[in-house]
Nanobody
Framework: QVRLVESGGGLVQAGGSLRLSCAAS????????VGWYRRAPGKQRDMVAT???????YYADSVKGRFTISRDNAKNTVYLQMTSLKPEDTAVYYC??????????WGQGTQVTVSS
């Protein structure tokens, strides 16, 4: 069983920055696609950013140029650097580790609140 532990969420003013981290147990991390998703109040969970095992990254249009996803396979950790935060970025952020047809794991979520 893989366990994902997110950290780094919190309360920040608009224009500020936060860095989220997600540490995974087990040995599956380096060959998986990892990513961050978020669910705002009353909305569905949406993709924020993903990064493949080959280091290709993808972003939602709403965060391009503001958020950066990165991974450290030696530490089994994925990061999300968030800058120029906006109130509409307020959500619970979830980490995901997935390999198509093999496994799909989610973290418990971390709250990010951006005040105006």
């Amino acid at each position: 069983q893989v366990r994902l532990v997110e950290s780094g969420g919190g309360l920040v003013q608009a224009g500020g920055s936060l860095r989220l981290s997600c540490a995974a147990s087990g040995s599956i991390f380096s060959i998986a696609t990892v990513g961050w998703y978020r669910r705002a109040p009353g909305k569905q969970r949406d993709m924020v950013a993903t990064i493949t095992s080959g280091e290709s990254s993808y972003y939602a249009d709403s965060v391009k140029g503001r958020f950066t996803i990165s991974r450290d396979n030696a530490k089994n950790t994925v990061y999300l650097q968030m800058t120029s935060l906006k109130p509409e970025d307020t959500a619970v952020y979830y980490c995901r580790v997935v390999r198509a047809g093999a496994y799909d794991y989610w973290g418990q979520g971390t709250q990010v609140t951006v005040s105006s």
